[in-house]
């Protein structure tokens, strides 16, 4: 008899699972407590999948033999709690669909620059391996897996997603950096957050890679007080590294074995400090597979950036509209602040997942002559910053907020979005504020 494939939640992840158990012969059933998009409902229905919306049937759940669950859906939910009461296996999209590829697959998460260095990383191995990017971004792990023939994954990892792993292994592992971020599902520890990111290695051989900022505290206790088993190549701005890569005289030097790769770091297609540290790690990864140096050089140099991080939008009257919605976090934003270099309006605001402000005092002291709150409650960030900047507004949407902005920013000023916080008050996610930004900075 088949066995039963259930799944929580009907999004990229739920969906592309759901067409990789149906061609692995599973009998397959899609459960979501919210509405399934249209486009999504489509799909299942063609496929003669089994769904349902706008609820769980609990009969329906608790007979599977394995339950595939979004990384949205927290362990408190009370379907995964019944579930996990009745010894049903409940494993991530991820864990799932690796079982089913032997291809060799680079895992990239960190609390900031995982987008930017896995589509980056992507971009330099495109050009001479079969390869896809997934997980977290774009089309879905398993569905790529059911359509076959890739031979290389770059897969974006967040916490929720390696939450759900249990023999999921990298050949290479990337881990960007760590700051407090959705504590509010780790029972506001911040340690929980950290062991969850360093799943990543944790099934790691002595054959595979660990690459890592060694410039990051958090990182480098954990890494000090924890066994890994990969071989483990740093990257850093400010000191030497035998194995790994490391920053001298203005040239990014990467040393693996006996294999060295240089590059100025005046001749990246992005600048700034975070930039350079992606391009450190991305190019680490496509050194370790094999990739020409001459491809990764001009990879390096064309790679423009991904939509909704540090995003130039327009300049209108000489002032720079930059889009930086993937923000979701305070240390996010504190990179955003930290490029800009010139005054600004800063647009804020909207979910808070437990965020502290204090580390943005100095940065905002220095650059920011206006906040604009963009948020069903704005209380937290008016007490941090209402006696730092001279003007604090808040507005009830974007059209608005964007508004404001063009009345308060002069000639060779920038206005910033950077929320620091989740979109899920006023937006469905955070393309679709970043979206609703530019629309509006088009129509001023």
């Not at 379907?79 to 409940?90: D, R």
């Not at 990239?108 to 997934?134: F, Q």
């Not at 990337?174 to 911040?190: F, Q």
């Amino acid at each position: 008899m088949a066995k039963r494939l259930v799944i929580l939640g009907a999004g990229e992840s739920g969906v592309g699972a759901a067409l990789l158990g149906l061609q692995k012969g599973y009998d397959v059933f899609v459960s979501d407590f919210g509405k399934i998009k249209q486009g999504y409902a489509l799909v299942l229905s063609s496929n003669e999948i089994d769904w349902e919306d706008k609820g769980h049937t609990d009969a329906k759940i608790l007979t599977a033999d394995v339950v595939v669950k979004s990384p949205g859906i927290p362990e408190t939910a009370p379907i995964v709690m019944k579930l996990k009461e009745a010894n049903v296996s409940v494993i991530s999209e991820i864990e799932f669909a690796a079982t089913f590829t032997q291809a060799t697959i680079v895992g990239v998460t960190g609390s900031n620059g995982k987008t930017s260095t896995a589509s980056l990383t992507y971009s330099l191995l495109k050009g001479e391996l079969n390869v896809a990017l997934g997980g977290n971004i774009g089309d879905s792990f398993a569905a790529q897996v059911a359509t076959g023939g890739y031979k290389n994954f770059v897969l974006e990892l967040s916490s929720f997603q390696l939450d759900g792993i249990e023999d999921f292994a990298p050949h290479i592992a990337v881990l960007t950096n760590l700051s407090p971020d959705h504590l509010d599902r780790y029972d506001n520890s911040y340690e929980n957050y950290i062991a969850a990111k360093f799943r990543i290695t944790m099934n790691q051989k002595a054959s595979d890679y660990f690459i890592y900022d060694a410039d990051d505290i958090d990182i480098n206790r954990w890494v000090a007080n924890h066994e890994i088993k990969a071989i483990k190549l740093p990257f850093s701005l400010t000191k030497e590294v035998e194995q790994g890569a490391y920053i001298k005289e203005n040239k990014i030097i990467i040393t693996i074995q006996n294999n060295q790769f240089t590059m100025p770091i005046a001749t990246l297609g992005l600048q700034g400090k975070h930039n350079v540290k992606n391009a450190m790690a991305a190019s680490t990864v496509a050194t370790l597979l094999k990739i020409r140096k001459a491809t990764i050089r001009e990879s390096l140099e064309s790679f423009q950036g991904v939509e909704h991080r540090l995003e130039k939008v327009l300049k209108i009257n000489n002032v720079m509209y930059i889009n930086d919605s993937k923000a979701t976090n305070v240390n996010a934003t504190f990179y955003a602040l930290d490029s800009v270099q010139t005054p600004t309006v800063w647009i804020v605001g909207g979910v808070d997942k437990g965020n502290d402000y204090s580390e943005l005092l100095p940065l905002v002291n220095e650059k920011v002559k206006a906040i604009i709150c963009l948020g069903l409650d704005n209380e937290k960030i008016k007490a941090q910053f209402s006696n730092v900047v001279d003007l604090l507004v808040e507005t009830a949407g974007m059209q608005e907020a964007v508004k404001v902005a063009y009345k308060l920013a002069d000639r060779n000023e920038t206005v910033l979005l950077s929320p620091a916080c989740a979109s899920f008050d006023l937006f469905e996610n955070y393309e679709d504020r970043g979206r609703q930004f530019k629309e509006a900075v088009r129509h001023l």
